[in-house]
């Protein structure tokens, strides 16, 4: 599929620094976006040595938001935030540092919530079966197993809970 739109080096560099301006973004999406404006792979460099420069983007600011928001408004867990991030190219050290930023209470605060509510609405012969479609739910959220083991472990608190209403 040939790209009909082809954008300058210039323009290109001042759409992405509009673009920073207004949020966080890392190099691999910015790298992407010049790929499909047709923007040669020295003029991709160039733009995006300038804005590094200009602290218009930075890796580990941009990782420190991205895992914040995903955990806090998405409910994600550690295992899929670093996968969006590995999508996205980002370094490994950056990923890294912001990833062990968050305490384990943090993943927890989302995880016993989303555990609580998902409990109410299983449908189980065995306890066995219902702890296995929990861990199976969360893992699908990216959580790891030592956090969902031990809100599985606290499930005892969830039948307490219903028991309340």
């Known amino acids: 599929m ?5 954008v300058s080096e210039e323009k290109a560099l001042a759409n992405l620094a509009n673009l920073c301006s207004k949020g966080e973004h890392c190099a691999g999406e910015l790298i992407d976006k010049m790929r499909r ?12 040595a300038y804005l590094e420069e200009h602290h218009f983007i930075d ?4 990782c420190h938001a991205f895992v914040e928001d995903k955990v806090r ?11 969006a991030l590995y999508m ?13 930023s968050v305490p384990d ?3 927890l605060a ?7 509510s998902k409990w109410r609405t299983i449908k189980a012969r065995t306890p ?12 699908g959220r990216g959580f790891e197993m030592r956090l969902i083991r031990q809100c599985i472990d606290e499930a005892a608190d969830f039948d307490d809970d219903d028991d309340e209403s």
Not at 128 to 139: D, H, N, Q, V
């Open 59 to 62: 890796e580990t600011r941009y």
């Open 2 to 6: 040939e790209n009909k739109k082809t």
């Open 37 to 48: 404006w047709g923007l040669d792979e020295a003029a991709q460099e160039r733009v995006v």
């Open 88 to 100: 996205k190219r980002v370094s490994r050290e950056a990923m890294n540092e912001a990833l062990n």
């Open 110 to 116: 989302v995880l016993r919530p989303l555990l609580q």
């Open 73 to 83: 408004f998405d409910g994600w867990g550690r295992r899929k935030i670093e996968q």
């Open 128 to 139: 066995y079966e219902r702890s296995m479609k929990l861990i199976k739910y969360a893992m």
């Open 105 to 107: 209470d943090d993943y």
